[in-house]
């Protein structure tokens, strides 16, 4: 009888985790498996699949005289300077607030932290649409403002800055949210015995605050960067690449050769998009390696 109460209960876990598993075999690990397999394919997601090796993975890498070489080159970099512009400012700002946040003497802290997180509700399709409205050279209100008639999507870097706000419009709420739980946590007989030391208000953020909250900023941290390099609304809605696919991303590289007009290229937009998740990968790896380093410090 023992061991039959033992054996329900060591697989009554699976009734708990078994349909997410499943929902994550279905919808997230079959079609990452094919996906990689298409890479290695020249397909138009109509005629069958033909095997051709890392022939288009050659090309996107090595074929200086192909357009999905340029492409890829041109995405990658314009992704990774949405990834610079984007990631810090996620981070560190909600960050600085949620800090402040933290004294007893600021008042309407609620209201605050729910004005921060009222816009990551909003899609990201609806926000993109709001602020180009704010951003229309004749009749938004930043033109009417500063008495300007600057074309923002059409020129840069003003097409970066409104893509940049746009994009932190809806991201800084979530973090604000997460620091200020992970700070609520701390224990205040740490402050106070740092107040009795003569310790400062930075002092006391670098000793205490910021280490308190080391894994949630690991993962806002991860989880952030991951999201810019897979930006894509953003850009597609506020300039649609432009002007002269200075701020074309990856993915709305990939997406056009696989979804846009004419045959896809099914092929090699699913060679752009697994060199797109090594870099990912890449770049996680390290965030990882720096920061549990620096916490084992």
Same mark, same amino acid.
């Given at each position: /009888?023992?061991?039959?109460?033992?054996?329900?209960?060591?697989?009554? !876990?699976? *009734?708990?985790?078994?349909? !997410?598993?499943?929902?994550?075999? #279905?919808?997230?690990?079959?079609?990452?498996?094919?996906?990689?397999?298409?890479?290695?394919?020249?397909?138009?997601?109509?005629?069958?699949?033909?095997?051709?090796?890392?022939?288009?993975?050659k090309t996107i890498l090595f074929n200086?005289?192909?357009?999905?070489?340029?492409?890829?080159? =041109?995405?990658?970099? =314009?992704?990774?300077?949405?990834?610079? /512009?984007?990631?810090?400012?996620?981070?560190?700002?909600?960050?600085?607030?949620?800090?402040?946040?933290? !004294?007893?003497?600021?008042?309407?802290?609620?209201?605050?932290?729910?004005?921060?997180?009222?816009?990551?509700?909003?899609?990201?399709?609806?926000?993109?649409?709001? +602020?180009?409205? @704010?951003?229309?050279?004749?009749?938004?209100?930043?033109? =009417?403002?500063?008495?300007?008639?600057?074309?923002?999507?059409?020129?840069?870097?003003?097409?970066?800055?409104?893509?940049?706000?746009?994009? /932190? +419009?809806?991201?800084?709420?979530? !973090?604000?949210?997460?620091?200020?739980?992970? /700070?609520?946590?701390?224990?205040?007989?740490?402050?106070? *015995?740092?107040?009795?030391?003569?310790?400062?208000? @930075?002092?006391?953020?670098?000793?205490?605050?910021?280490?308190?909250?080391?894994?949630?900023?690991?993962?806002?941290?991860?989880?952030?960067? &991951?999201?810019?390099?897979?930006?894509?609304?953003?850009?597609?809605? *506020?300039? =649609?690449?432009?002007?002269?696919?200075?701020?074309?991303?990856?993915?709305?590289?990939?997406?056009?050769?696989?979804?846009?007009?004419?045959?896809? #290229? &099914?092929?090699? *937009?699913?060679?752009?998009?697994?060199?797109l998740g090594l870099v990912i990968l890449?770049?996680?790896?390290?965030?990882?390696?720096?920061?549990?380093?620096?916490?084992?410090?």
């Amino acid at each position: /009888m023992q061991k039959k109460e033992k054996q329900k209960k060591s697989y009554s !876990h699976l *009734a708990f985790i078994g349909p !997410h598993l499943i929902i994550f075999i #279905i919808f997230s690990l079959i079609p990452i498996i094919y996906g990689i397999y298409s890479s290695f394919t020249r397909w138009n997601l109509v005629t069958d699949q033909t095997f051709v090796g890392l022939d288009n993975y050659k090309t996107i890498l090595f074929n200086k005289d192909s357009t999905f070489y340029f492409q890829f080159r =041109n995405g990658l970099k =314009n992704t990774l300077i949405f990834v610079v /512009m984007t990631v810090p400012f996620q981070i560190l700002f909600p960050l600085i607030v949620a800090t402040v946040m933290q !004294h007893k003497g600021i008042k309407f802290k609620g209201l605050f932290q729910a004005i921060f997180y009222v816009p990551g509700l909003v899609s990201a399709s609806a926000g993109a649409i709001i +602020w180009l409205l @704010i951003f229309n050279p004749r009749l938004g209100p930043i033109n =009417n403002l500063f008495n300007s008639d600057v074309v923002w999507t059409a020129n840069q870097p003003y097409a970066w800055i409104v893509i940049f706000v746009m994009s /932190m +419009w809806g991201a800084i709420g979530g !973090h604000l949210v997460i620091y200020r739980s992970a /700070m609520a946590g701390v224990s205040e007989d740490l402050y106070e *015995a740092a107040d009795i030391d003569g310790a400062g208000s @930075i002092r006391k953020f670098f000793s205490i605050t910021l280490p308190s909250i080391r894994f949630p900023l690991f993962y806002t941290f991860i989880m952030s960067t &991951a999201g810019a390099f897979n930006v894509y609304v953003q850009p597609l809605m *506020a300039t =649609n690449g432009g002007p002269e696919q200075s701020t074309t991303v990856l993915m709305m590289y990939i997406r056009n050769l696989a979804f846009g007009s004419g045959e896809s #290229i &099914a092929g090699i *937009a699913s060679a752009m998009a697994v060199l797109l998740g090594l870099v990912i990968l890449i770049f996680s790896f390290f965030q990882f390696i720096v920061m549990t380093r620096r916490g084992e410090r």
